[in-house]
């Protein structure tokens, strides 16, 4: 049984930094590709980061372009979002998903696109 398992999240300041984790189980890694989405309390699920699944290609959401990074270690089959300079508007649940490959002509920005989730961890922003 596939499992996506999120790690990483917590409470931080405004302009702090963290590091999230999603180790993957149950399937083979280096042929999926993985995304990050997040949701705020009352709001839709929201894209994040992106990441093919050769890690030769990233995509981002435009309100985290350039303090996100998105990146993977098929070693560890795991992918890794790396959050700095931390707004309060960042504060959601956030979510790791795969789905094989990149299907073409397929939205990778939205959730409907994936096939596995998990269960998500909280990062809240505190000014």
């Known amino acids: 049984q596939v499992q996506l398992v999120e790690s990483g999240g917590g409470l931080v300041q405004v302009g702090g930094s963290l590091r999230l984790s999603c180790a993957a189980s149950?399937?083979?890694?280096?042929?999926?590709?993985m995304g990050w989405f997040r949701q705020a309390p009352g709001k839709e699920r929201e894209f994040v980061a992106h990441?093919?699944?050769?890690?030769?290609?990233?995509s981002y959401a435009d309100s985290v372009k350039g303090r996100f990074t998105i990146s993977r270690d098929d070693a560890k089959n795991t992918v890794y979002l790396q959050m700095n300079s931390l707004k309060p508007e960042d504060t959601a649940v956030y979510y790791c998903a795969a789905v094989l490959r990149d299907r073409p002509g397929v939205n990778m920005k939205s959730p409907t696109s994936y096939d596995y989730w998990g269960q998500g961890t909280q990062v809240t922003v505190s000014s």
């Open positions: 990441i093919n699944w050769s890690g030769g290609s990233t």
């Open positions: 149950a399937l083979t890694f280096s042929m999926y590709s």
